[in-house]
């Protein structure tokens, strides 16, 4: 429709004689600011499209006049941190433990850069304070169950238990109920041995009987692993299981849980994702942990 | 709704719902051992319930004629009804997904209830079940009134308003039952993405047909917007989607791309429905709803051309920002900041144009809630647009990327922007539509009002605290060189910021609920008796002569 142009009295400005239903538009010219503005932000992209690597060609694109470029950066940083740390990780790498733990200067680096290791590789099992979670064991106050000499929590780390290393430690508590090993009875009976193994004074009210019957059975199937003691061994990652620590609960319900479906509980090979110095940092910086404790 | 058509048509849309059934059908025999079979129940179930509810009125009287002189709303007011309650569905779940991140533990260990199946609900739910609605509803409304003209036909508004819901709840549906194919704002599987395509073509021809019937000598801005956003998103949909079903059987596809090019893709697509989906169509809204409800010309006429194609073609470009130091090749990413440098300038005259047009309507801003919707609703696109370019800056990215800044800066965008303009225009259509004199209560807008803004600021201030805080900790190093925290340092450190995004969450909710409210008050009020709703019609053919 041939509209009628008018001059709006707020803005003093012509309308440009359109109007849909109402609605009219102003024929402001476009500010003087919004073109500074405009060309400022056109300039400063295209140069910046002249000094970074941009425009496409058929074979390659346009480096750009000043070289960067973010794989060559990358890279670049990279090592260059690598240098600077190397000041200290080439001391973790030839000395031996006892050297690395006796020298203060050198633990601070471990607790330091440890903590942050620990929290992005160990924690979300062992817990961010590393003593455990239903399920995975305590590394600060409860006994190892491997040994915990240097080399062999290295060792640990660098193979893991059940994991996928060739060389990984290997452990497996039976399905005694499930795969039919033992009778119910004798289930209701071990458990109940094992419990006053922590807990002496749930002796009281057992039967003492079934004790007893509970002490042969554990004899006779738990004893080639855990030990006559039930102390656990170290060469077979087998608990103590007279102790307070219990990486599946001690509760009734949990220990007969554990001899009714057996256990066989995972921890990663670390060797492919950490490298040498990581490993030895994390087993350093674990032991300086239960060091503290004790 | 059924009444309004003729037989003819009754006996088409028999036709078309028929045929849906029988697709549902072949769905949920040809997926029966898959989770297809269940969507081809949903589709079949949709097909047949909309098919007997066709056929029990097929024999009612003819409408009149008269109808045609007038503009055809009923679609609007049902989308209207589904903006609201996919809405509350969609901020709902979004408060859950919050609650999920600050207490993980309450998935409860069903596999529906997890953060990964409910976060697409939500973000689907908001953006397409909410936006998308609402860009429909109003984007039908808007067509006519500046264009003078009716809709093209009876059928395909209705085709595509609810075949679009179809489209979204066999979307949500999936996400809750693990289908997706993993590309963000674009999960739905294949079959889902065809029918999207079929709704969306019959949604571009109603415009076009429109258009073309136009009694107006000029196309207005708005409808410039709607057209860019149905025709880019037709066109990113089309592309990024492309893939190979494993079998016609089955709900699993592959992708057409791989590696480098999937990401390339996928950022491209997802940035561009930020700007087509998320900024084009609710521009067209803006550039209607706001100078309409202010009763001031648009500033200016020539910003509005400078500001349509500035966004338009650079936003194009952009979405190689998502990928800054990644395996995308540098080149792709200069490109990729300094077009959204640039971008910033459109975009802020956009954000001024709908700003300089409220001069003179300030008192009117003051008042009325209902236009402080909009108001806002353009300051916080102003923010949005200016921290979008700013983040996009590799140098800031390399801080911001990964972290909650970016949530932050989606819901200063989704919440203060797409939410508070379509709110507004909600409120400002609503007693029309339903030819009330008055929304229900002025006060609970109010209510609403503030419920939004203060809403959107909890959470945009604590994503803002906690994206700055978390891209600091990973980027600390001790004086030996090496990290200072790990990252679960860092979720330790967000809780607190967790816990007020979700209240923020909750405030945004409540406000959403408050509107569905008033609206449903508003339609069961007594109608006026005085129908001056008269007013509001097409042009007649006879004052066509000399145009």
């Known amino acids: 429709m041939a509209g009628l142009i008018e001059r709006d009295k707020v803005s003093g400005q012509t309308t440009t004689g359109h109007e849909w239903n109402g609605i009219k538009e102003l024929n402001t010219p476009v500010p003087r600011l919004l073109w500074a503005f405009l060309i400022t932000a056109t300039i400063f992209s295209v140069t910046w499209t002249v000094l970074m690597p941009s425009w496409p060609g058929i074979n390659g694109y346009f480096r750009g006049l000043l070289g960067v470029d973010q794989r060559v950066a990358v890279t670049q940083s990279v090592t260059e941190a690598a240098v600077e740390r190397e000041s200290w990780t080439s001391r973790i790498d030839s000395e031996d433990f006892a050297a690395i733990q006796a020298d203060d200067a050198l633990m601070a680096i471990v607790r330091e850069t440890g903590a942050a290791l620990f929290g992005d590789n160990c924690a979300a099992c062992h817990g961010t304070n590393a003593r455990g979670t239903p399920g995975f064991p305590n590394l600060v106050t409860a006994p190892t169950m491997w040994g915990d000499d240097p080399e062999t929590v290295a060792e640990t780390i660098r193979v893991g238990i059940n994991g996928t290393s060739p060389e990984t430690r290997y452990a497996q508590m039976l399905a005694f109920g499930r795969d039919h090993m033992l009778e119910r009875a004798d289930i209701d009976a071990v458990v109940s041995y094992v419990e006053t193994l922590s807990q002496p004074e749930l002796a009281a009210g057992m039967d003492a009987d079934t004790l007893a019957y509970g002490g042969e059975v554990f004899a006779a199937n738990c004893a080639g692993c855990h030990g006559e003691d039930a102390r656990g061994m170290t060469d077979t990652g087998t608990p103590n299981l007279t102790d307070q620590y219990w990486t599946y609960g001690g509760d009734r319900a949990s220990i007969r849980h554990s001899v009714y479906h057996g256990r066989a509980g995972t921890m990663p090979s670390w060797e492919g994702r950490l490298s040498p110095t990581h490993i030895k940092l994390l087993t350093l910086y674990v032991l300086d942990l239960r060091a503290n404790e004790q | ?499 007020a995004r979700a209240f923020g969450g909750l405030l945004f909710l409540l406000g959403a609920l408050t509107a569905l409210y008033n609206v449903v008050m508003t339609i069961r009020m007594p109608a006026p008796a005085a129908d001056d709703a008269a007013l509001d019609i097409p042009a007649k053919p006879a004052l066509q002569a000399g145009e």
Not at chain 2, 201 to 216: N, P, S
């Open chain 2, 1 to 499: 709704m059924i009444a309004d058509l003729t037989r003819a048509e009754r006996l088409w849309a028999m036709l078309i719902l028929g045929a849906l059934g029988l697709i549902g059908l072949a769905m949920a025999i040809g997926g029966r051992n898959d989770l297809l079979g269940i969507h081809g129940w949903i589709v079949l179930a949709a097909g047949l319930g909309g098919f007997i509810a066709v056929m029990r009125g097929l024999d009612a009287p003819e409408p009149s004629a008269e109808r045609l002189n007038e503009y055809y709303d009923a679609p609007t007011r049902v989308g209207l009804i589904l903006t609201l309650l996919w809405a509350v569905v969609g901020m709902g779940v979004g408060f859950w997904v919050a609650a999920l991140l600050a207490w993980p533990d309450m998935t409860f260990d069903v596999p529906w209830l997890s953060f990964g199946r409910l976060r697409p609900v939500h973000t689907s739910g908001v953006i397409f079940g909410f936006g998308g609605n609402a860009l429909i509803a109003t984007s039908f409304h808007v067509l006519q009134r500046t264009t003078r003209a009716r809709l093209p036909d009876q059928i395909s508004p209705w085709f595509v308003l609810l075949g679009y819901n179809l489209f979204c709840i066999i979307a949500a549906s999936g996400y809750l039952m693990g289908l997706t194919q993993s590309k963000e704002y674009a999960e739905p599987e294949w079959y889902a993405d065809i029918w999207l395509v079929v709704v969306w073509v019959v949604y571009f021809a109603i415009y076009m047909r429109t258009l073309a019937r136009r009694k107006e000598p000029h196309i207005y801005v708005a409808n410039w917007y709607y057209m860019a956003f149905i025709l880019v998103v037709a066109i990113l949909h089309i592309v990024n989607n492309l893939a190979v079903p494993i079998s016609l059987g089955s709900a699993k596809s592959y992708s057409l791309f791989s590696g480098v090019q999937d990401a390339m893709t996928q950022w491209w697509y997802g940035h561009n429905a930020v700007a087509f989906f998320l900024t084009a169509g609710f521009l067209g809204m803006m550039y209607y709803y706001l100078p309409k409800r202010a009763g001031r010309p648009i500033f200016s006429y020539r910003m509005s051309i400078i500001s349509f194609w500035g966004i338009t073609f650079m936003y194009m470009w952009a979405g190689s920002h998502h990928l800054h130091y990644t395996a995308l090749p540098h080149w792709v990413q200069t490109l990729g900041m300094a077009f959204s440098v640039v971008l910033l300038v459109p975009s802020w005259a956009s954000a001024g144009n709908a700003l300089l047009t409220l001069n003179g309507a300030w008192h009117k801003v003051r008042d009325d809630a209902v236009l402080r919707f909009m108001a806002l609703a353009a300051i916080f696109y102003g923010i949005t647009t200016f921290e979008g370019s700013f983040m996009a800056i590799r140098a800031v990215n390399s801080l911001s990327h990964y972290t909650d800044w970016t949530i932050g800066h989606v819901h200063a965008g989704a919440l203060g922007w797409v939410a508070m303009i379509t709110f507004g225009s909600l409120y400002s259509i609503v007693p029309s539509m339903f030819r009330r004199e008055r929304i229900y209560s002025q006060k609970l807008v109010e209510v609403h009002f503030w419920l939004a803004l203060s809403g959107t600021v909890i959470y945009v201030f604590a994503m803002w605290n906690s994206g700055v805080i978390q891209g600091l900790m990973w980027r600390t190093y001790t004086e030996s060189g090496g990290l200072t925290y790990s990252f679960i340092d860092s979720l330790v450190a967000m809780h607190p910021y967790y816990i």
